[in-house]
């Protein structure tokens, strides 16, 4: 059996769940005040960000399953955030802005790091927290190295913008266009495998299943495992 935490966030309110094998539990639900437009939990699923919107960013303790008000982060109100990721064991935030930018945050005095990606798409962090996989506009995908502050490896493709990442192992990650389309990215190689895939509409979310090592890939339309 195995149990995960997700967040829901719909503007003014945010649900917590647990999710048993296949069976999710409401375990706490609360008004955003002020709202915000999405949210996301950390590596260790502690804790839980908010933002989205010109009210900069919220920030839950949901440890007990319950939501605590931590601190509220005002950042720069003409930056916005499209997607954030936070690794709360590796003191990094993640962050696309509106004008396709990845931005790089020290989450203890929430300062960036590192701002030098544009055209960015879509971002997945490494399970051991010393890469980013960064996707681009034009379909490429760089290795971004961390400690480095750098990139280390980078492959183009055909197929289109990337919309999702998702980690398998070490260097190596599937990769989702809006083309419908999805590759294998292998970062030691800077590789990429033929594409497959028949979805007819952008590939929206990838998560890979280590247990089983199945991959289920989710459109806008439709999903597939």
Not at 14 to 42: N, V
Request: overall charge negative.
């Amino acid at each position: 059996s195995h149990t995960s935490t997700f967040l829901t966030t719909s503007y003014k309110t945010a649900s917590l769940y647990s999710i048993h094998d296949t069976t999710p539990s409401l375990l706490s639900e609360i008004s955003l005040s002020p709202p915000f437009e999405k949210g996301t939990l950390c590596d260790d699923s502690s804790s839980a960000l908010f933002y989205g919107n010109s009210n900069g960013i919220s920030i839950y303790d949901v440890a007990s399953g319950s939501f605590s008000l931590c601190r509220k982060l005002h950042s720069d109100p003409k930056v916005k955030f499209d997607s954030i990721q936070w690794s709360k064991q590796g003191h990094c935030i993640s962050a696309i802005t509106s004008d396709a930018s990845l931005m790089l945050f020290d989450d203890r005095i929430f300062k960036p790091t590192s701002s030098v990606l544009k055209g960015v798409s879509s971002v997945c962090r490494s399970d051991d927290n010393t890469n980013l996989f960064v996707g681009f506009n034009d379909g490429t995908v760089h290795l971004f190295d961390l400690r480095k502050n750098d990139v280390s490896y980078s492959y183009s493709s055909d197929f289109g913008k990337v919309t999702s990442l998702c980690q398998v192992s070490g260097r190596d990650c599937f990769v989702g266009h809006d083309s419908g389309f999805i590759s294998l990215f292998q970062g030691q190689s800077s590789q990429h495998s033929n594409s497959f895939g028949n979805f007819t509409t952008p590939i929206s979310d990838l998560t890979f299943d280590h247990s089983t090592s199945s991959l289920l890939a989710c459109s806008e339309e439709s999903f597939k495992a």
